[in-house]
């Protein structure tokens, strides 16, 4: 018998998968930068927590195995496409037209004139509207779910990765609402744009235009 259950090899290694998987440039982290080095600390901040709410959805639905049912519903899946597609676009759109916009003097203050609760629901709605977290967290947890692991080891799998994910979401936040962040970012503005323009664009396409 165990003495460690809820610390079993597989687990720490769904937790290491999670973090290569989290810590990784995607969509998600090259938003926050975008965000904590324009608007500060507070907004990034803001939108990091929307994003580890909509992992934490689909965490708990992917721990409770009805992330699994979701996916039987065709339409469903269709919709979420359609819908997380036409969300990336408008942020490809909304980086692009940033990127033509003229150089400002200076950065902007620390405290974002965006209101919080738009950042959170921006974050939020980049997670839940993007299929993908449905079958990467139902990876992590078949991953790490022994026969018979029960609840404990559940809880254990979604704790964990919310943790690793609150810890990489949050220094991102952190590292690039800094002073020297901020400077390098007003040198770089119009590439670092340009450039999450093309990321979320191609994002978008890929997932409107995806079969699976």
Same mark, same amino acid.
């Given at each position: 018998m &165990?003495? @460690?259950? @809820?610390l079993s090899a597989n687990v720490l290694? =769904?937790? &290491?998968?999670?973090f290569v998987g989290t810590a990784s440039p995607g969509p998600s982290n090259l938003a926050i930068m975008s965000i904590a080095t324009s608007d500060g600390r507070k907004a990034a901040f803001a939108f990091a927590a929307g994003v580890v709410c909509?992992?934490?959805f689909w965490a708990m639905l992917a721990a409770l195995g @009805? &992330? =699994?049912a979701l996916l039987a519903f065709s339409g469903l899946m269709a919709a979420l496409k359609i819908f997380g597609g036409a969300y990336l676009l408008w942020l490809a759109f909304k980086s692009g037209r940033s990127a033509l916009q003229p150089r400002p003097t200076?950065?902007? &203050?620390t405290d974002t004139h965006l209101p919080l609760r738009r950042l959170y629901t921006r974050g939020l709605l980049m997670h839940l509207t993007n299929p993908k977290a449905i079958l990467v967290w139902i990876s992590v947890v078949a991953l790490a779910s022994p026969a018979g692991g029960g609840a404990p080891n559940m809880l254990t799998?979604? =704790?964990g990765c919310l943790t690793i994910g609150?810890?990489?979401f949050g220094s991102y936040a952190a590292l690039f609402s800094t002073s020297l962040a901020r400077r390098v970012y007003l040198s770089i503005r119009r590439w670092l744009d340009g450039g999450l323009a093309i990321v979320f664009g191609l994002a978008g396409l890929k997932l409107l235009t995806s079969r699976a």
């Open positions: &165990s003495t @460690l259950p @809820l290694f =769904a937790w &290491s998968a999670y909509g992992s934490c @009805l &992330s =699994a200076r950065t902007q &203050s799998i979604v =704790a609150m810890l990489v």
